[in-house]
Nanobody, 128 residues
Framework: QVQLAESGGGLVQAGGSLRLSCAASGRPFSSYAVGWFRQAPGKEREFVAASGRAGFTTYYADSVKGRFTISRDNAQKTVYLQMKSLRPEDTALYYC?????????????????????WGQGTQVTVSS
């Protein structure tokens, strides 16, 4: 198990940028695939981005492709989500998630039920 703590959320105007961080503690972080998910009020949790163990393979939801970038620093046990050109529809509670992968060849999942370690979330609000 790893413990995850998100930070970096806040209020930003449309078109602005934010960088979310997810700090991990516990087991070796380099053995975990990671993902970012978000949940807006009244909506289901949805996939945003994911990264394999080494960060060489990344996946994005179509709605954020070209605007968001996931990256990770395994030495610092931190995952980042750089968000640019933010839109009001990006407003949500953003969660970091992680799941152990026995091999770096195993891809990260875009399904929330594939992850068994979750942070508490950080709120992102984009004003128009």
């Amino acid at each position: 198990q790893v413990q995850l703590a998100e930070s970096g959320g806040g209020l930003v105007q449309a078109g602005g940028s934010l960088r979310l961080s997810c700090a991990a503690s516990g087991r070796p972080f380099s053995s975990y695939a990671v993902g970012w998910f978000r949940q807006a009020p009244g909506k289901e949790r949805e996939f945003v981005a994911a990264s394999g163990r080494a960060g060489f393979t990344t996946y994005y939801a179509d709605s954020v492709k070209g605007r968001f970038t996931i990256s990770r620093d395994n030495a610092q046990k931190t995952v980042y989500l750089q968000m640019k050109s933010l839109r009001p529809e990006d407003t949500a509670l953003y969660y970091c998630a992680a799941v152990f992968k026995a091999s770096p060849l195993y891809p990260a999942s875009t399904r929330s039920d594939a992850y068994d370690n979750w942070g508490q979330g950080t709120q992102v609000t984009v004003s128009s």
